[in-house]
């Protein structure tokens, strides 16, 4: 069964169009997290959550933003994508105590 | 220089042959360390989690650190087509850790 759950598994959205890409767990693990990986590169962390404490790391662009409103869900939201937001965005999370993450099957944006 | 670096190969070993995949590193704070593997279009899977020097088994896999020169590795036994991914290492720290490159894996039947 399926422990990290990301929706949609593809989402189209036209340049400039805000967009919410949403992560769900049932593992109740304290930190979440958000990737950006691009084709043959590796996942480049945008932010993460340790329970409500965000902490963006000091690359991610204004343009990203995210949420969580419980423990087990996040959101990412995208205000004005542009030609090169385009990538697999990846959701993982982790215990606070044994930082195993686990990653769900990513959703592949496409910006037109 | 990145933090966590790997050849992105492709590399290619026929069906049954010992892969051995690498990845060295430079951040000292790193206390533990993750393999990943990757299907295409799939979210990375975790494989192997170690917390010190040494190795540590698990079926066919093994993963092997040496902290004293900062390297890395994961061995796969009797390999195996389905085998074929992207494999992953990742270094880290607290709630802090960085993804290598990747290496590209293709097992030929």
């Known amino acids: 069964d399926a422990m990290v759950i990301q929706n949609p598994r593809y989402q189209v959205t036209q340049f400039g169009k805000p967009v919410t890409l949403s992560c769900s767990q049932t593992l109740n693990h304290n930190v979440m997290y958000w990737y950006q990986q691009k084709s043959s590169q590796a996942p480049k962390l945008l932010f993460h959550y340790y329970d409500k404490d965000f902490n963006n790391e000091a690359d991610t662009p204004d343009n990203f933003q995210s949420r969580r409103p419980n423990t087990s869900f996040c959101f990412l939201d995208i205000r004005s994508p542009g030609l090169g937001d385009a990538a697999m965005y990846l959701c993982?999370?982790?215990?606070?105590?044994?930082?195993?993450?686990?990653f769900g099957q990513g959703t592949r944006l496409t910006v037109v | 220089q990145k933090e966590v670096e790997q050849d992105p190969g492709p590399l290619s070993v026929p069906e049954g042959a010992i892969v051995s995949l690498n990845c060295t590193y430079s951040n000292s704070a790193f206390q533990y360390f993750m393999w990943y593997r990757q299907y295409s279009r799939k979210g990375p899977e975790l494989l192997m989690y170690t917390y010190s020097s040494g190795n540590k088994e698990d079926g066919r896999f093994t993963a092997q650190v040496d902290k004293s020169s900062k390297y890395i590795s994961l061995f796969i036994r009797d390999s195996q087509p389905s085998d074929s991914a992207t494999y992953l290492c990742?270094?880290?720290?607290?709630?802090?850790?960085?993804f290598g490159p990747g290496t590209r894996l293709s097992v030929l039947p």
């Open positions: 990742a270094g880290g720290y607290g709630q802090n850790f960085v």
């Open positions: 993982a999370t982790s215990r606070a105590d044994l930082t195993q993450a686990f």
